[in-house]
């Protein structure tokens, strides 16, 4: 267990449909990276957040959107949903950015849009 | 932005044996991290290696920062190491962000 909560765990949508994907930190973690892993385009970073600021950005559609909170867990948003938008989204952890700084991953959530 | 290269893509292997996983990358880097990915999805933490050599258990990994390489050795595998087994780095030139750039991976498949 890394400590990385994500909810739902599975969660099946139509197209056209919006959802919220829920990320609990490690306790004590400032650090927040989402990432999206499919079938053909393997393991991407989306975006990340240090202590509720937005850090970094990478291949992350103008549809999703992210943020995180006071509490410092974190939320993705998908909206407009597309068939290709099926994957397997991963919320990650760390206490810090940067360098000497382990990144911990959740289980993920499976998305299935129909 | 840095390039990561994993080999072989493809490994099957008879329980019992050893195995070596590569991984190079085209910069340098200020964090080094593989990952073991079992049938279930999850993304399990092996070692944090940006240098230097570590073990844990049957499992060790070697990264020689300088030749921009990471080796993962398996020894006596068993069939709960079957998966994908992903390195990831962060380069030295990202900022201070320190997010992940993944490999394609290396699946895994050990036969009883």
């Known amino acids: 267990d890394s400590g990385v909560t994500q909810t739902p765990k599975h969660l099946i949508t139509a197209t056209g449909q919006r959802v919220t994907l829920r990320c609990s930190p490690r306790?004590?973690?400032?650090?927040v990276y989402w990432y999206q892993q499919s079938l053909d385009q393997g393991l991407q970073f989306l975006i990340q957040y240090y202590n509720g600021e937005e850090r970094a950005k990478g291949n992350i559609l103008e549809r999703f959107s992210a943020q995180q909170f006071p509490d410092l867990h974190s939320e993705l948003n998908l909206s407009s949903l597309e068939l290709g938008d099926s994957a397997l989204y991963f919320c990650?952890?760390?206490?810090?950015?940067?360098?000497?700084?382990?990144?911990?991953f959740g289980e993920g959530s499976w998305l299935t849009v129909v | 932005g840095i390039q990561v290269e994993q080999s072989p893509p493809d490994l099957i292997l008879q329980e019992g044996a050893n195995s070596t996983l590569r991984c190079n990358f085209s910069?340098?880097?200020?964090?080094l991290q593989w990952f073991h990915q079992n049938p279930w999805g999850q993304l399990i933490n092996l070692f944090y290696?940006?240098?230097g050599t570590k073990q844990n258990g049957r499992l060790s990994a070697t990264t020689v920062a300088t030749e921009r390489y990471s080796l993962l050795y398996i020894s006596s595998s068993q069939t709960t190491d079957s998966g994908v087994y992903f390195c990831a780095v962060s380069s030295i030139y990202g900022g201070s962000q320190g997010n992940l750039i993944f490999g394609k991976g290396t699946k895994l498949s050990v036969k009883p």
């Open positions: 306790s004590g973690d400032l650090s």
């Open positions: 290696i940006p240098s």
């Open positions: 990650a952890s760390s206490l810090r950015q940067g360098a000497g700084n382990t990144i911990y």
């Open positions: 910069d340098s880097v200020n964090n």
